[in-house]
């Protein structure tokens, strides 16, 4: 929540502000982008899975500030439609963090491997959570990466080097996070697990449907640039 009120925040200074020259902008941008790609590397390295969903939260941020700085409409639009995404999207993944956590008392993502043999409906809300990190369709996060990217190649080709790359690390953080929690043998001491209750499969869906109704009325959180 912290990260999406400071991105709100850049949102109205930047707005103050008098637009910069690109010259002055580059260095903000760029460091950036790479800190998209920096957060990203270190979510693969990651072995805690709450730390990998927060580095994974502050790695999306990146496009959010990156977008900020441009100061377009276009840009501003994707920033905030990214922002309410991913805060419903990180918000799932720690939802499902705990359900893992009161099963096994551990975040170590090795010692929670295996679940879908026990836990296969959970199984089927990590899979959605995944892919709305990854940004797939029909996604409401698609739809602000998709904004923002378009937007930053139109100020600048080259920024589609770091934001293609950041991308790519992002699926694959998100494979192998879903892989290492789902798949693989099951240890010994999950063989007795307490089952999922109904209100935790209730949570996962008051995170997923309200992406799937953004999606279809994206006028709601983009306003005249949905048209």
């Known amino acids: 929540i912290l990260l999406k009120m400071g ?4 949102i109205r200074i930047t707005t103050l502000l008098c637009p910069m020259t690109q010259q002055l902008y580059y260095p903000f941008m760029i460091l950036a982008l790479w800190g998209i790609v920096m957060t990203s590397s270190i979510c693969l390295r990651q ?24 100061q377009t409409p276009w840009s501003t639009t994707g920033a905030i439609i990214l922002m309410i995404a991913h ?5 799932m993944l720690f939802c499902l963090a705990n359900t893992n956590y009161e099963r096994t008392n551990s975040r170590t993502m090795i010692l929670a491997r ?20 990854m940004a797939l369709p029909p996604t409401t996060n698609l739809m602000g990466e998709i904004t923002i990217i378009s937007s930053l190649f139109n100020w600048s080709n ?3 080097i770091l934001t293609g790359l950041g991308t790519l690390i992002t699926a694959a953080y998100s494979l ?10 099951l ?17 996962m869906a008051l995170h997923t449907i309200p992406m799937i109704l953004l999606i279809m009325k994206p006028a709601l959180i983009s306003g005249a640039f949905s048209c």
């Open 176 to 185: 192998h996070m879903f892989l290492m929690t789902q798949r693989n043998k």
């Open 7 to 10: 991105g709100y925040g850049i």
């Open 87 to 91: 805060g419903l999207t990180s918000s």
């Open 114 to 133: 295996g679940t879908q043999l026990i836990l296969p409906l959970m199984t089927t809300w990590w899979l959605i959570a995944n892919l709305m990190n």
């Open 47 to 70: 072995t805690d899975l709450k730390s990998l969903i927060a580095y994974s939260s502050v790695s999306h941020m990146g496009l959010v500030i990156t977008a900020c700085l441009i």
């Open 187 to 203: 240890p010994n001491h999950m063989m007795i697990t307490n089952p999922t209750h109904t209100r935790e499969h209730l949570l």
């Open 158 to 160: 080259l920024t589609i």
